[in-house]
């Protein structure tokens, strides 16, 4: 047995001497009467006899807890990075630009309808008579055959529906103003047609070319 254990035994041990005691002093005083006397001595001996009372045992403080956890690994700083590396080269490429997107197609109107066949077939205007009559060497002008000039003068007239000349055009020049002059004259003079005919058979403007050859008549 440990020696606190003992000392903790005697300690009851004592205790329980004492309360025997006193019960002996207790029961002798009411036999004999002497209650006070007896309640006077049982508080001397209580005060005299001091019982304290027994404290646990302090325990030990419990040991430090075991740190298990292993120490963090050494690591080495990362070597130096280098930044003396050649800058990419950038390359230029010309590209040609898109092409336009093909234009989108137009609807074509439909053609127009074909016009009605003419009933009779159109005619122009024709002459009436021999054209070489509509100038004659007497209608030579002076001056020219004076200077002795000669010239073709081309001309082109218009015929209306009553068989008329209405308007000459010179459509190739001899060279001579008088001679051009002397053929429109002449012609709006002499002229006779035949008016042109539209596809109903009905009479219709037209037109005439043909032209004049001025030459000095030989005696």
């Not at 080495?76 to 390359?91: E, K, L, M, T, Y």
Request: include cysteine; charged fraction near 20%; aromatic fraction near 6%.
């Amino acid at each position: 047995m440990a020696y606190v254990d003992q000392q903790m035994s005697g300690n009851k041990i004592t205790a329980l001497i004492i309360v025997a005691i006193l019960h002996v002093v207790i029961g002798y005083a009411l036999v004999s009467g002497l209650a006070s006397e007896a309640y006077t001595k049982v508080k001397e001996i209580t005060a005299a006899v001091k019982i304290e009372e027994e404290k646990p045992p302090e325990e030990p403080p419990p040991p430090p807890p075991k740190n298990d956890t292993p120490p963090p690994p050494v690591v080495a700083p990362p070597p130096p990075i280098s930044f003396n590396a050649p800058a990419p080269q950038v390359q230029t490429v010309n590209e040609a630009p898109p092409l336009p997107p093909p234009p989108s197609p137009v609807a074509l109107p439909p053609p127009p309808a074909a016009p009605p066949a003419p009933r009779f077939q159109p005619k122009g205007a024709a002459p009436k008579g021999n054209p070489g009559n509509w100038a004659t060497s007497n209608d030579y002008p002076s001056r020219a055959l004076r200077e002795e000039r000669e010239g073709t003068t081309g001309f082109r007239v218009t015929v209306g529906p009553d068989g008329k000349v209405t308007d000459c055009q010179i459509t190739r020049s001899s060279g001579s103003p008088d001679l051009d002059e002397a053929t429109c004259a002449n012609v709006r003079r002499r002229a006779r047609f035949t008016p042109a005919s539209d596809g109903d058979g009905n009479p219709a403007s037209g037109s005439y070319s043909n032209s004049i050859r001025w030459v000095i008549p030989k005696d």
